[in-house]
């Protein structure tokens, strides 16, 4: 079996990310993206240590799908998941952006253009692995995100849209990966 006959592993994580119900939920799901090789989420940790519960019973989950699917046996991930604590509004609205951006950012490996382009927004207009479209008013994954709890934090823009494209240039953005 080679890569292609494998569907996108961090694509498919997205059917393991249930709604939780309100008495037993470990986070909140603000945003997310899911990338052919790798996930960003931004989490809101309703209970001590809820990232890790949740982050643990995703790995275990999908990892059984993933290889009762392929018939195959052993672990998919490598380490463990990388976080940063978010302390402040911008930085809070940067890391969304940089979630929602992050397919045109692999898309342009080279990163040397500045700027949004209209065939940008198309291309997250398009793609259907990320929390964008809800930020833009489209309710897509409405089962699995709680923005709502943002709210206590930031004022979200009300054309994000808009708001995204006039905002950012791909150096601000990159400076928010966390080193691997």
Same mark, same amino acid.
């Given at each position: 079996?080679?890569?292609?006959?494998?569907?996108? #592993?961090?694509? =498919? *994580?997205? *059917?393991? *990310?249930?709604? +939780?119900?309100?008495?037993?939920? *470990?986070?909140?799901?603000?945003?997310?993206?899911?990338? #052919? =090789?790798?996930?960003?989420?931004?989490?809101?940790?309703?209970?001590?240590?809820?990232? &890790?519960?949740?982050?643990? $019973?995703?790995?275990?989950?999908?990892?059984?799908?993933?290889?009762?699917?392929? %018939? $195959?046996?052993?672990?998919?991930? +490598?380490?463990?998941?990388?976080?940063?604590?978010? %302390?402040?509004? !911008?930085?809070?609205?940067?890391?969304?952006?940089?979630?929602?951006?992050? #397919?045109? /950012?692999?898309?342009?490996?080279? @990163?040397?253009?500045?700027?949004?382009?209209?065939?940008?927004? /198309?291309?997250?207009?398009?793609?259907?692995?990320?929390?964008?479209?809800?930020?833009? @008013?489209? %309710?897509?994954? &409405? =089962?699995?995100? +709680?923005?709502? !709890?943002? =709210?206590?934090?930031?004022?979200? #823009?009300?054309?994000?849209?808009?708001?995204? /494209? @006039? /905002?950012?240039?791909?150096?601000?953005? $990159?400076?928010?990966?966390?080193?691997?």
């Amino acid at each position: 079996m080679n890569d292609a006959d494998i569907e996108s #592993p961090s694509r =498919n *994580l997205s *059917l393991h *990310l249930r709604p +939780q119900t309100v008495s037993k939920r *470990l986070t909140n799901i603000c945003a997310f993206c899911m990338m #052919p =090789n790798h996930f960003h989420l931004l989490l809101y940790e309703c209970t001590p240590g809820g990232i &890790s519960k949740l982050l643990q $019973r995703l790995g275990t989950a999908f990892t059984m799908y993933f290889n009762e699917k392929y %018939e $195959r046996s052993g672990a998919l991930f +490598q380490g463990g998941f990388k976080s940063r604590l978010i %302390e402040d509004e !911008v930085y809070l609205m940067q890391v969304i952006d940089y979630i929602h951006l992050n #397919p045109i /950012q692999h898309k342009e490996m080279d @990163g040397s253009k500045k700027g949004l382009f209209k065939s940008d927004l /198309q291309f997250l207009d398009d793609y259907p692995w990320s929390s964008y479209k809800d930020y833009c @008013g489209e %309710e897509t994954y &409405s =089962n699995i995100l +709680q923005r709502d !709890v943002l =709210n206590e934090y930031l004022e979200m #823009p009300k054309d994000y849209k808009a708001w995204l /494209q @006039g /905002q950012h240039d791909f150096e601000d953005i $990159r400076s928010l990966a966390i080193d691997m």
